[in-house]
Every structure is written in C-alpha cells, then in structure tokens.
C-alpha cells in the first residue's frame, strides 16, 4: 500500500507540472485551453486508476476522485466533463466489476467539484484550508461510502476499518493537488498580469509622443523603451548598447553627455531644451531627465524622455504674435457665434471709451448710430455669412454719444466642422483721416484765407450754371473783380492789415450772393463771382448787370475800419455773358479778366463787359509768348551794348541791352517783347542770354587793351533774382566764360528789392564776395530810403533818365537830381545819369557833381563790333560824329 501511495502522489506531483506547462503553453489558444486541461485531466485518472492500492481482498482505491474532483474545480464542466468521459471509458473498457461504482463516483466527484467551483464565484468559499478540508473529506468519504455499500458484507468490516488511513492518505494528496493547481494558477495569474501590465505600459509609452531611453553615465543606451524614432534624420538607429556619440553629431552628444551628468549631480528632474536639423529642416526638442536608483557597483542611468515641440514652439510663437497683434493699436473684438462679446483689446477701449467689463456678454448693438439702415447691415451679415468676412466704413457711437466713422473688419471663424464659432472684429478710428481728407479737400477747392472756393471749384461751379444756363434757356454771367491798389495797402500796412481787408471784402461779397451764385478767390486781391442763369436775353442781362456793377462797387468803397484808421479800397469790374457751353468755363474766366483789365486801363472803379476786340489781345500775346520761346530755341536773342562816358568823354563801361532779331519784324527791342515775356514767366530765360553773351564778349575784350579796364553793366530781373540757383548761376557763367567778375557790374531796379529785401542782401553780398559790382537802375522813381541804401552792398546809382529828361526846365527834376548825388556821395557811391541826350544836360549834371554819363549823346545801343569801332573813333576825336538816331 506504501508503495501505491507514494506512485499516487508522484503522479500527483507530476501532474501538476503537466498541467502548469500545458496552460503555460496554451496561453496563447484560450479556445482550446480546457480541452487540453480535460484531457491531461482525463490522462491522470486513468494513470491513478491503473496504479491502486489495495485495501482488502479484491479492493482497490484511488485518488481518480479527487483528481476529477479537481478537474471540475478548475476547469468546469468542459474540462472535467472531458476527464469523466475518458476515465469512465477507460474504466468501462475493461469491463471490471466495479466499473460502474467508479463510473458514479466520478460523477459524484465532478458535480461536487462543479458545486466548489461556483460557490468560489457566488459565495464566500475559497480555496483555504478551511474550506478545502471538510470539501476533501467529503470527497474521499463519498467514495469509501460507495465501496463500502457495495462489496459484500464479509469485507464491508474491513472497508470501513481500512477508511480511516484511506482518508490519511487520499485527503492530504487531493488538498496536494489543490494546493499545486492553485500555487500554478495564481503564477499564471500574476505573470499574466505582469504581461498585461507590461503590455499596457508598453501601449502607453508607445502612444506617447516621446522617446523613453535609458542610459548610463558614460552615454551607452541601456534601454530603449519606447523608441519613436524623432530623429529620422540620425545616420544610424537608436539601440540597446550603442553610445550617444554614435548616434548624434558631436555638439549635441556633448551637450546630451553634460546634461546626464548634471541629472545624475543634481538627484532631481532636469529639463534640456536644444534645436536640431532633421530632414533638413531645424525642429526644437525638450528633454526631460531623472536619475534612476541602481545597485551598488553598478554605472548610475538616467531616464530620458525627449520630445518633439517644435508644433507646440511654433503655436506659442503664433500665439505671442496674435497676443501682440490682438494688443497693437488697432482695436480688436471677439464674439462667441450668437454675437456676445468675449473680450476686447486696449485700443477698442480707447477707442469706444467703454471699457471690457462693461461690454462682456453684450452684443456690438451698443455702438449702434442710428446713420445706418436695416438693409445696410443685412448686406453686411450676408457678406459675413457667405464669404467669412465683410469690410468697410462704417459710423458708430461711442459711450459718450460722439457719433464718429470707423473703418470696421469683421472675420467669421470656424469650428473643425466648419462651423462658425466666433467672430472676429478690427476697427480703426478714422475720424482723424476724415478729417485731414477735408482738409486736403479744403486746401485744393477753397482758399485758405477766406474760406471761399478756389479757381478749381469756381471752374466746376461755372460748368453746373452752364448745364442750368443750357436747360433753361437763360443767360448768366461771370464777373471778374480785382481791388485797386492793393499792393499799397499790404506794403504801408502789412500783410495782416491786407488779409483782414480781403475777409473784409469777401464777407461784403457774400451778402449778394443768391443760392445759385457762387463766390470764388483766385489768389490775391482778385474775385470772381458767378451769377446763375436768370437773364431772357443779353440786353435783360445787360441791364440787370449794370445795377448789378454799381452795387457791387459801391459796397467795395465801403471803408473797413482799422484801429483808428478808415481804409478804402475801390474795385474793378470785368464782365462777361454766361451763355451755355457755347464755351468753356476757363475761357469765361479769361474774357472776364480780360474786361477788368480794360476797366483798369480806364481808371479806378470802373466796369467794363467783355468785348472781341480784347480777345484780339490775348491771342495776339499769346502768339507773341511762343513765337519768344521759339526765339529763343533759335537763339534769336543778342546783346548790345550802349557806352558810359565819363567827363573826359573817355570810355568807362557799357550797359548790356537785349535785341531780338526776329526773321520777320527784324531788330526788335524790349518793348516789344519785355512785358509779355515778364508775363509768361520766360523773362528769366532772356536774362540768361544776355548774362552770357555779356560775360562771353567780357572775356573777349580782356585781350585788348582799350577794353581791358571798361565796365560791363547786366540788368537783373526780379524773376531772376529770386531763383534759389541765382548766385551759383551767375558764378557759374563768370567761370565757364572766363570773364573778370570785378569788372562785371548788376544793375538792380528798386522795386525788386523791396519783395524781399533781408533775400536780396544776403544773394547780392555772396557775389560782391566774389568781385562783383551793383548798381541801382531808376533810381528816385520808386521806394529810395537811406536805411536801405546802407544795407546794400552798392557800388553805383543810376539816375533814371526821366529827371534828366526834364533838364534844364524842370527845377523839381533838378532838385531831385542834387540830392541823389549827395545822397551818393554821402554813400562813397558812384553816380551815373542815363538818357543824356544834349550837351547842356551834361553840362548841368557835371556841374552839380555827376561824371559820369550815358545817353545817345555819346552813343546809342550798339553791336560789340561797333562799340569797338567806336572806341577807335573816340581816340581820333571824332565821337560827336556818331550822335543820332
């Protein structure tokens, strides 16, 4: 019996690591699992039922029971359902005599290992001892039970005397098994879990957006967790045993090698961040380090974890732009999708003088100004809803009430679903815009003095009452008005003292001013006003006008009161009939200047209505204006010279005077052409001809000995002398011609100073720096102060010759002439006296301290050729030959 114990329990032993590898090696076929666990199950029990032990004659036990019993337990009705089957075969195929009674109590076995089974599911049983003992006695009991009512009476006493080690011995190998399928279980449990654990661990690491490495201190990778392979651009990959230095270029596996070693000395969690180019491009990483706890003797490690932000960099970047941007000095809403205010910046406050508390959860409905309709603002949300956005001008109120134009922009923004989200709004104060927009619209339609429209309004004024004068079949008119000296009131007074007379002049204007009438300053002292079609026919227009004139110039004599003083200020009238678009409104505007001018010529305060005969003029000057730009492309203009004698009749100086050789009229002097050149603003061009011609025939003169020392006079026009380049010119021209400057001599009028005299002293000294002389032309006929005689830098004075003429009748003529020679030569100035033309003129003026003379006495106007000849001829004393016309 010893012996079948111990084979019962080897079997035992042996089926429990059967069992434990065939799970293991099943894990992974969980369908097939309890079949494979029925069979071994079933292998068992026969094995166990072919090794009994005898406990009499004729009867045998084992531990089949159990085992079955075992096989319910663990394996349920599949798998010890399975056992039964093949040990119950077994058992019926050797047809013993006690195959049934094995047969049932096997079943008894399987049913009571059913019923242990689910009480460990649905009540408090376990598998422990407490439990276990009374179950595995019940079992071995069941089976002795068994035998005992059905061997015959005679060994029924030795059954049950035999029971009790039976049970000694089948009790203590069931709870063996027990115990051996549980301790298997449980470690199959754990490592399972262990797997699974690992396995989610695994799934987590991996569905990080890190690589997990570990790696020692000497830069070896000891472990490669999860290896997301961030940097694809790495020439060989990442793996268990490789170094750092074989996997990253050498800057950044040093600084990857500092950064463990500073982990490992600082025993916490340390952070790199390092920019990298993978794939050609640069990306940014962090890295995020712990020292991990290693066993003494072995090289210390750290878990690194390293991530790609490069999208997380870029959006933090994006999102202090936008913070930047959201904060600039445009204002910024934002709306939810149902229009409420979420926030809104520094400038939308400033701007809207709101402040963000008190717009949070209202609608943009509080700016509302009322200026625009319901139409306007459903265009604008269909344009929002429709394209995203919509853009344009837009009048809002402030929390003061200040209703002001913005330039407003309005964004939808959408979900993933396309769906809108939140609106987006920037506006921009452009009250400022508008208002420097009037400005520049001011400042290029009206006058900034009197606020009246300039000449581009007043033109597109005269178009409208043209259209009117066409549709109505009436005539109207413009009149053109220019006050009468002016000038003088500006020069004796000042300029303030002269705007305050033309306010003056343009609010007496305004009175008679009719709702269709329009009221325009061209510039100066002159009006323009444009009367609207009301006239039936030009002899109604004419008569309506001449009451009209007479108004107009009496209320211009009104006197304006300044300070203490009455000034008054009398105008001239031009007229001209407004009479559809028969023609164009500048040509309206010249025929009524045209007609002022006529009124002019004939006196203060006149009128006059335009007549053909003055257009005649204008486009007689007109074709005189180019035909003088012609002439000078042809070089038409020269210079002659008339000669200055002084009292010894010696030669001293010429005075250069320019001529036009016109093709068709011939020798034209200045009077002919001066006023019209001055006029068109070509003056300046002629002046240049003859500075040059004059400096050209200088350097010429310089290698004969008789004109080495003259002389050489050039009037300047005020056109020309307050050019910005005047001074650079004139020194430019002396340079290129190689003319001596301190015999050069510019001769000035004094009316000219008098524009702009601090301008003219400072020009006129910059060339006396350089040797050149002044003289002052006419002198007497215009503004001659000794103050500022004294301030310029004179050499001469030239008395003009409309004193001389008058001598030797004229004592008035004379008494003016004595004092500019003594006002002269209380300056050290010279003296010369122009338009000699007898011998007792000379006389008187010699005689009253003047030497020097010029006039057709000595010489008129000549070409240089013969102002040479005449030099010649004065030699051999026969100058008075060549006196005449």
């Not at 202090?320 to 709306?335: C, E, K, N, P, Y």
């Not at 109604?540 to 209320?555: D, F, G, T, V």
């Not at 030669?651 to 009077?671: F, T």
């Not at 009316?751 to 006396?768: E, N, P």
């Amino acid at each position: 019996m010893l012996i079948s114990i111990v084979e019962q329990a080897m079997l035992i032993l042996a089926s429990g690591w059967l069992l434990t590898m065939n799970m293991r090696k099943m894990q992974a076929y969980p369908r097939l699992l309890p079949l494979t666990v029925g069979v071994w199950f079933g292998i068992l029990t026969i094995a166990c039922m072919s090794m009994p032990f005898s406990i009499g004659p004729g009867v045998f036990l084992d531990v089949g029971d159990a085992i079955i019993f075992v096989a319910g337990l663990f394996g349920g009705l599949l798998s010890g359902g399975l056992a039964l089957v093949l040990a119950g075969t077994f058992k019926l195929w050797f047809n013993d005599s006690d195959s049934l009674i094995a047969v049932l109590t096997m079943s008894m076995a399987l049913f009571l290992g059913l019923i242990a089974k689910r009480a460990l599911v649905k009540t408090r049983f376990s598998l422990t001892l407490g439990y276990l003992l009374p179950v595995s006695l019940l079992l071995n009991g069941m089976s002795i039970t068994l035998i005992y009512l059905n061997v015959e009476p005679q060994l029924q006493a030795h059954v049950l005397s035999m029971s009790g080690p039976f049970l000694v011995v089948a009790v203590p190998l069931t709870l063996m098994l027990i115990y051996i399928l549980k301790d298997t279980l449980h470690r199959q449990q754990e490592q399972q879990a262990l797997r699974d654990s690992q396995a989610r661990l695994l799934a987590i690491t991996r569905a990080l957006p890190d690589m997990m490495s570990v790696i020692d201190e000497n830069g070896f990778y000891l472990e490669i967790m999860a290896d997301n392979i961030i940097f694809s651009g790495s020439k060989e990959p990442r793996a268990v045993g490789k170094n750092i230095r074989d996997i990253f270029p050498k800057q950044y596996a040093l600084r990857l090698q500092a950064f463990i070693n500073h982990t490992l000395s600082q025993q916490k969690v340390a952070h790199l961040l390092f920019e990298m180019e993978v794939d050609e491009s640069w990306r940014t990483f962090e890295s995020v380090a712990q020292a991990l706890d290693t066993e003494v003797g072995e090289a210390k490690a750290v878990v690194v974890l390293t991530r790609d932000i490069s999208e997380r960099v870029k959006g933090e970047t994006d999102l202090r732009i936008a913070a930047v941007a959201f904060d600039s000095f445009q204002g910024m809403l934002v709306t939810d999708k149902h229009n409420r205010i979420l926030r809104v910046n520094r400038a939308f406050t400033d701007v809207t003088g709101y402040s963000q508390s008190e717009l949070l959860g209202k609608t943009p409905s509080v700016f509302s100004s009322g200026h625009h309709d319901s139409a306007f603002y459903q265009d604008m949300w269909h344009d929002i809803n429709s394209l995203g956005h919509w853009q344009g001008e837009i009048y809002d109120k402030r929390k003061s009430g200040q209703i002001y134009p913005q330039f407003l922009s309005i964004s939808a923004v959408k979900d993933e679903q396309d769906q809108v989200s939140h609106y987006v709004a920037s506006i921009t104060d452009i009250s400022m815009e508008k208002e420097n927009a009037k400005k520049i619209h001011d400042l290029a339609y009206y006058d900034s003095l009197t606020g009246l429209p300039n000449r581009r309004l007043l033109l597109t004024s005269i178009r409208q009452i043209q259209r009117e004068s066409a549709s109505e079949n009436k005539l109207g008119a413009v009149i053109f008005i220019d006050l009468d000296q002016f000038k003088n009131i500006n020069d004796l007074w000042g300029h303030e003292v002269g705007d305050k007379l033309l306010l003056h002049v343009a609010n007496q204007l305004r009175k008679v001013l009719s709702k269709q009438d329009s009221l325009a300053r061209l510039g100066s002292d002159q009006f323009v006003l444009v009367l609207s079609a009301h006239a039936d026919n030009y002899s109604q227009l004419i008569s309506r006008l001449e009451q009209h004139n007479k108004m107009l110039l009496s209320m211009l004599e009104q006197p304006y009161v300044h300070g203490e003083q009455k000034l008054r200020s009398s105008a001239c009238i031009g007229v001209v009939a407004l009479d559809g678009f028969n023609e164009t409104a500048e040509e309206l505007v010249r025929k009524a200047e045209l007609a002022m001018y006529a009124a002019k010529d004939t006196g203060k305060g006149e009128h006059r209505f335009f007549d053909p005969q003055m257009q005649e003029v204008i486009s007689q000057r007109l074709l005189l204006e180019e035909d003088i730009i012609r002439g000078l492309e042809a070089q038409e203009f020269c210079v002659y010279f008339q000669a200055q004698f002084n009292s010894d009749e010696q030669l001293v100086g010429v005075e250069s005077l320019v001529r036009w050789r016109h093709p068709e009229r011939g020798l034209l002097s200045p009077i002919a052409f001066l006023q019209v050149a001055e006029a068109a603003g070509i003056m300046s061009q002629i002046d240049k001809v003859v500075l040059l011609r004059a400096c050209e025939q200088m350097a010429h003169w310089k290698r004969l000995p008789a004109f080495r020392d003259i002389t050489v006079s050039v009037n300047i026009s005020p056109a020309q002398l307050y050019q910005h380049d005047f001074v650079a010119q004139v020194l430019k021209v002396v340079k290129e011609t190689g003319a001596d400057p301190q015999r050069l001599k510019l001769e000035l009028t004094e009316s000219m100073l008098v524009t702009d005299m601090k301008q003219a002293i400072a020009r006129m000294r910059q060339l006396k720096q350089a040797g050149i002389r002044f003289s002052i032309d006419d002198f007497g006929t215009g503004y001659s102060s000794l103050q500022y005689l004294q301030q310029l830098p004179l050499d001469q004075l030239k008395i003009d010759q409309s004193f001389v003429r008058g001598l030797p009748e004229d004592t008035s003529s004379l008494a003016i002439i004595r004092a500019v020679i003594a006002m002269a030569n209380s300056l050290g100035l010279e003296v010369i006296a122009e338009g000699v033309e007898t011998e007792v003129q000379r006389d008187i003026l010699l005689a009253n301290g003047c030497p020097l003379y010029q006039g057709y006495l000595y010489a008129k106007p000549l070409p240089a050729e013969q102002v040479e000849r005449l030099e010649m001829i004065e030699q051999s004393h026969h100058i008075k030959l060549l006196v005449g016309n």
